[in-house]
């Protein structure tokens, strides 16, 4: 092969190299030691003084040509590779962006502190207590003795662990053992509004294994239900800010008040215009009850109420399915921030 033709070689073989790897061998093949050039170079001891000269100045010109042709093929595929990069991990930065969201109370949260700032209000203390609880405060002294079917209304979660004393532990079905805690370590007249979680055997659209209530308790010598009442429509008028609230007590069985009542209210205009809503159960506390708390029942009287706060936010938006607020879902949430 003359230079011409191996200069031509390697035009065509560079232009084969797919990628800079199989490029720099190739390269072994027309300037390394036993290359095309190289051999051609070792003929040059054959030719005359004026012949080498000449011949061994076009060699030099051919492997400059061969050195650029190089370069340039080695440039073509690092930008084809750049580019393919450029493509496959493409940012379309037109997109929107995800943002970073301040957060906000979750609606039913937001009911917790919504209630206990209006009780706080009409001179209530705000109290809290523990969702392990005795079987003792949750039931026994709340009146539901053992075996009592009003128990089995709500069946809770027992926790394995017993306490030094062997009593039984559980998660609290509603916050009404509270009250217990409370009347004991207070002295009447005294009024108090307690929020938490409460826990159930029980999952469907409008249950829910874990939720949330707010207890009251107003205990002093003489009280009548009409206390009960002007503080529930109070608390509800606030709540839902609005006036076209009505409040109607309808009789109804709990084993710690006695009498016992559902409290239902309607709103006169809106989406549930017209309808009597179950809102809370309410009632007298029980002489039982209060010999329980320490308090002589001859002297001292009581009133009591428990709400759903999921039921109330569920009211204030219009909201049909209780499985909503324990979703998660940002897309439901923020509605609400
Ligand atoms: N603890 C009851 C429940 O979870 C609600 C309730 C009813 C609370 C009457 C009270 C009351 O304080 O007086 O269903």
Do not use: C
Request: charged letters at 25%; zero cysteines.
């Amino acid at each position: 092969m003359n230079v011409e033709q191996i200069v031509a070689h390697a035009r065509d073989v560079f232009a084969k190299a797919e990628d800079i790897a199989s490029l720099e061998n190739a390269k072994a093949r027309f300037l390394g030691k036993t290359g095309e050039l190289s051999t051609l170079l070792k003929t040059l001891g054959a030719l005359d003084i004026a012949a080498r000269k000449r011949e061994g100045a076009r060699m030099n010109v051919a492997k400059q040509q061969i050195e650029d042709l190089l370069r340039a093929r080695r440039e073509t595929l690092k930008r084809a590779l750049m580019q393919r990069r450029l493509t496959a991990e493409a940012i379309d930065v037109t997109l929107p962006g995800r943002g970073i969201g301040p957060g906000a109370l979750h609606p039913v949260m937001n009911s917790w502190e919504r209630a206990e700032n209006i009780f706080r209000g009409i001179g209530f203390d705000i109290a809290d207590g523990p969702e392990i609880e005795t079987e003792w405060t949750n039931f026994t002294a709340l009146n539901s003795p053992e075996n009592h079917p009003a128990r089995s209304m709500q069946d809770t979660f027992y926790i394995d662990a017993h306490r030094a004393t062997g009593e039984r532990l559980l998660l609290r079905t509603h916050t009404s053992p509270m009250q217990i805690r409370y009347a004991r370590a207070h002295r009447p007249p005294l009024r108090v509004l307690t929020a938490g979680r409460t826990y159930r055997v029980d999952s469907d659209a409008t249950h829910a294994p874990m939720f949330h209530q707010v207890e009251g308790l107003w205990i002093d010598e003489r009280l009548s239900f009409a206390e009960l009442k002007g503080v529930y429509i109070h608390f509800l008028r606030q709540f839902f800010e609005r006036d076209d609230v009505h409040i109607r007590f309808r009789p109804s069985y709990f084993p710690f008040t006695e009498p016992s009542a559902e409290i239902d209210m309607k709103f006169e205009q809106g989406r549930y215009a017209g309808r009597w809503l179950e809102v809370s159960g309410a009632g007298q506390v029980h002489p039982n009850v209060l010999h329980n708390m320490g308090l002589d029942p001859e002297r001292y009287m009581g009133f009591a109420f428990g709400s759903g706060l999921e039921r109330l936010t569920m009211l204030r938006y219009g909201i049909e399915d209780l499985r909503l607020f324990f979703e998660g879902d940002v897309r439901f949430l923020k509605q609400f921030a």
